[in-house]
């Protein structure tokens, strides 16, 4: 059996953590029918955090014992492609098959879950500051890191690494369905994995109110820690902070992007919303 690599590559915020959750606590399950997760160091459940230095003895230490699968993962390699070239030099030298592998969502909800992100990471900056976000509003926010993505392009370069195997992209949604077959269906495997450990994003909702009570003087920082803490336990609520004009603006800011995934890798990740729209648009037309 020819040994295989599967490289998930992100991206983040598409469900990586529970990827990579359901990965290590099936860890010795899927040992003993020959696929390898190497443990990840440190707290973070992704274990290729350093891919650009990998070595002949550590692959060769992932493939021992009768391993034919190896599993690595971690969202941050999703736009840089740089750090496979080592993979890639000894996967051709070893004769290792690498599966490239990512998971996306449509980008309003990237950049949804991304300003949830910066809320929970940079909570005690910006509330000893008062500037949450560095003092951008969303759209501010939204157009910043809009005008630093080029998933396309990231995933182009990733492929051209490791062209002998078709790309595999899906929706995030999709983890289960698309990486159990690639396993092999392996027997045993729980795919339950609490929500407190998949970094469940906070809601638009608590996000903007929690940014408004920093402006404002004449909240205490005791008032803002207790809603801080609420909001993790709203996350799985309805959020009007999700609103359809939000969805609607952020989409067309993406449409170059999403044009180019469907160009390249013939995938559509718009939101549902904008393709409902369209197929209407479409059915008045004819």
């Known amino acids: ?16 953590t529970y990827m990579q959750r359901v990965m ?23 274990n290729a955090a350093d ?4 070595t ?3 692959v060769e230490a992932m493939f021992a014992d009768g391993i034919h699968t190896v599993v690595l993962s971690h969202e941050d390699l999703y736009s840089l492609p740089k ?9 051709k030298d070893h004769g290792i098959e690498v599966q490239l592998l ?7 909800d990237f950049v949804f879950g991304d300003y949830s ?13 008062r500037s949450p976000y560095g003092g951008r509003d969303f759209t501010t926010f939204a157009k910043r890191r809009i005008s630093t993505m080029s998933p396309a392009t990231y995933l182009r370069n990733w492929n051209k690494l490791f062209p002998e195997r078709p790309f595999i992209l899906d929706n995030h949604h999709n983890i289960r369905l698309t990486l159990s077959p690639l396993l092999g269906y392996p027997d045993g495997l729980d795919w339950q994995v609490p929500l407190q450990h998949t970094n469940p994003s906070l809601r638009m909702q608590d996000c903007d109110n929690l940014a408004a009570a920093m402006r404002d003087p004449s909240r205490s920082e005791a008032d803002i820690r207790a809603m801080f803490r609420e909001a993790f336990h709203h996350t799985q ?5 999700r609103s359809a004009e939000r969805i609607e603006w952020l989409e067309a800011q993406f449409k170059p992007h999403n044009d180019a995934l469907m160009t390249h890798f013939w995938f559509d990740n718009r939101h549902p919303l904008v393709r409902q729209c369209s197929d209407i648009s479409a059915e008045q037309s004819t």
């Open 51 to 54: 891919l650009a230095d990998i």
């Open 1 to 16: 059996m020819v040994p295989r690599l599967i490289l998930h590559i992100g991206s983040p915020k598409c469900g990586s």
């Open 102 to 108: 990512a998971f996306l969502r449509p980008f309003s």
């Open 237 to 241: 609520d309805a959020d009007s902070g």
């Open 83 to 91: 750090r496979g070239r080592a993979l890639a030099g000894l996967a």
């Open 117 to 129: 992100q910066f809320m929970k990471q940079f909570f005690e900056k910006f509330l000893a500051e």
């Open 56 to 58: 002949p003895e550590a």
């Open 24 to 46: 290590l606590q099936n860890s010795s399950t899927l040992l003993e029918q020959g696929i390898r997760y190497p443990a990840p160091a440190g707290g973070h459940p992704g």
